[in-house]
């Protein structure tokens, strides 16, 4: 009796393995300078900033890391208007800002006809403009003589010996300036994408153009809001040069405090601690949003 | 489209808002005319073309126009490397890991920038590096490289595969498919990413502002100015700038626009 | 097709590609001839693209060997393959001339400026597209582009071509007429094309051979009429075209005697009953069949008998469903030779010869 022996199993051929692993390694070959980069000199400074609030001590004397908690109470204390109201000004700039972006938007990518990509860039033309020199010009156009102020006093909208300048209104004036472009073109975009024909055929549906707007066209244009309000409310909650060029130290912000404390005063731990506190707040934020869009849209 | 009575209003809105973002770059333009020799460029005080004249009257002005350009330079040029490397590998490849990548890469764009500027700051005083030219030129890179990968990977994203499977197929290594193949067909998008990462740089306050020491880049010095008072010349070059830049983009428009028209008509 | 040698142009050994989660080509072993259309068919998914992609060195075969003209070419690059490839979405490089492009592969090899001049018209003379030497890809028609995309892998003088759906873009008319071209160019440079399709009339048109590809193997592979007219297997059958399929019981294996279920009786060719033992199926194609009126005395050996449940007349010839006893409805194309025209509930006689039955495994 004979026995038959199965063939030996066929080996994976050795090419097929070296392209195998060649072609695994090269995305993460692709990756490594840049993430590298950004593990340095982003992830690295996270940590830094993070110890650097748990220390004490001065600049003289020199600072111990003893896991001092202490630096964080203070925010939520002594730094507590600063932070309400850094909350406060981005919230409300936000707002204003997507109210009067969101018509801007609509109006390009549903109005502009062939001038679409024109419109778009004077949207953008200003930030050819030193960001700087655009703010410092409110100061000029908001001026206490100047035009706006004395038409706001005629009319009775600001008593006769009011300011518009070194006031609340004056840094969310100037934040909503800077941020318009940056909520605008995110909205233009989503809105730019809808077919034209969902909100005829909505219009179809017996849709009235408001009911169409606010059940096809509105909720299309949601990540563009979402992704708008992101890039307006983060810088805004971090900025500190509206109120230093348009408000005045009663209006600081937390941006005031970290970049006083760092620059000025020179009192690290509490700076960092600071500084701390609003990138976490701002991580909350950003992955509430994650959950909300998923990951694919956030770099796309 | 059917117009109803009304349709005038968003447009005239439109125009409005338009009005009010070049409203202060108008300002700005008419005060590089002011007749005025020191102090505050706040008041106007008559036209003159004086400072258009004498733009180099102010040293300081141009010598920090040129830190600012050379910075701007450097560092959109590395982050547009490493960007564009991370955004083939984010487009071409299926990895553990890429999602996580994704979300990394969006923490710097939504980290605030006294947030981004300080925590380097405290970095280098850790290390006890000096600040000044090199340290701004890596917190540059550093949130350029975000959005060189996003801008590449927007260009990268519908390429057709293929299109490089043809090259190898016709002789071309490796090497040679990304030269004659990859390279030209990204290139629009790197180019873009370049222009966006130095027109970023080049504008950077807050994150600079941490990290300059003693070196004075162009938004530094109209920082510092800002208090003693801006010399009408920083006006002109402002304008000068923005002027150059608007033509810029409007032949590169132009040219496009001619492109996209020729080869329509087939 | 004299000029076929020993050493298959194309072997394919043992080779099975899988991917992360699924196999795609299992144990396939192949050898197409010197100077053949060859034609891998089969539905989307079943592996044809894959085993061109592994011909062509886009993907590497998991495990066996490939050989071109005898020489094992696993694991070699693209670029070090004697063989070009027409890419199912052309490829064309947007971003240069049709000229540039034609050149590409001639540039990268060296081949000096006046020779690769004196090619590149030639070969766009060939595919006559000459007045568009200047253009960019994305101004020419979807044909113009398909022969771009051909003569830059021809002017390369491959020793082997393939093509990847290559007509799938166009229209009909258009592919009809691309078809003949294709066939045309085979025979007028004289070398292997290997063709990946998924429309059997295509395959069928072009091909010498044609390979039916499922599930990562080779059902069958033949000559066209051979594997039309005996597939073999009923999804050979069934993808080759229509064909009315029965199980029969055999009655007599050396006359080929076969009864249906209700006892009547049928005639094959026995030498298709080999390996068939008990109950079989056998299946006819439905032009083979001819239809009579009841009362037709003249038959073939195989007649069943039914009503018309459908009648459509196309032009060439006119379709017929019958309700037949013991089958169920059966598809019958005629030719319109004579006036009779049968109609809906009109009862009839179908019959057939027993050579053109065939049995499915």
Redesign the interface.
Known sequence: MTVELAPPPPGRSAAADRAETRRRRVPYLLLAPGLVWLFIFYVIPLFQLLRMALTTGNLQAGYVFDWVWENFTQVFTTYQPQLLRSLVFALATTMITLLIAYPLAYAIAFRGGRYQSLFLLLLLMPLLFPFLMRTLAWRIILADQGVVVQTLQNIGLLPSNGRLLATGWAVVAGLVYNFLPFMALPIYVSLEKIDNRLIEAANDLYSTPFTAFRKVTLPLSMPGVISGSLLTMIPAAGDYVNVELLGNPQQAMMGNVVQNKFLNIIDYPAAAAISFTLMVAIVILVLVYVRSVGTEDLVA | MRRSRSGWVLPAYMWLVLIYLFLPVFVVIAFSFNDINRGFNVVWQGFTIRHWLDPFRVPDIVESLGTSLVIAFLSAAVATVLGTLIALALVRYRFRGRSTTNVFLFLPMATPEVVLGSSLLALFITLRVATGFWTIVIAHILFNISYAVVTVRARITGFDRHLEEAAMDLYSDEWNTFRRVTLPMILPGVLAAFMLGFALSFDDFIITNFNSGTVQTWPMYVWGASRRGIPPQVNVWATAIFILTTVAMFVNLRIQGRRAARSADV | MDTRTDIPAVELD?V?KEFADFTAVYELNLAIGENTFFALLGPSGCGKTTTLRMI???E??????IRLHGEDV??Q???QRP???V???Y?????LTIFENVA??LR??GVEDAEVKRRVNEMLELVQLTPFIKR?P????GGQQQRVALA??LV?HPRVLLLDEPLGALDLKLRKEMQIELKRIQQEVGITFIHVTHDQEEAMTMADVIAVMHQGRIERMGEPTEIYEDPRTAFVAGFLGASNMMSVTVVDRGSGAVALNGGTRLHIDPSKLDGGDGTVRVGVRPEKLRIYPIDEVSLPPNVLQGTVTDASFIGVSTHYLVEADHIGEIAVVAQNLDDHHHRPGDPVKVGWLPQHCFVVA
């Not at chain 3, 590497?60 to 060997?65: C, I, L, N, Y």
């Open positions: 043992g099975t062509g060195g886009f590497d075969p998991t495990t066996g060997v696993t694991g690059k693209p670029y063989v070009n490839t890419f199912q979405s490829a064309l490089f947007p971003h590409f592969g990268r090899r960019k994305k101004q020419l028609s830059r892998a390369n």
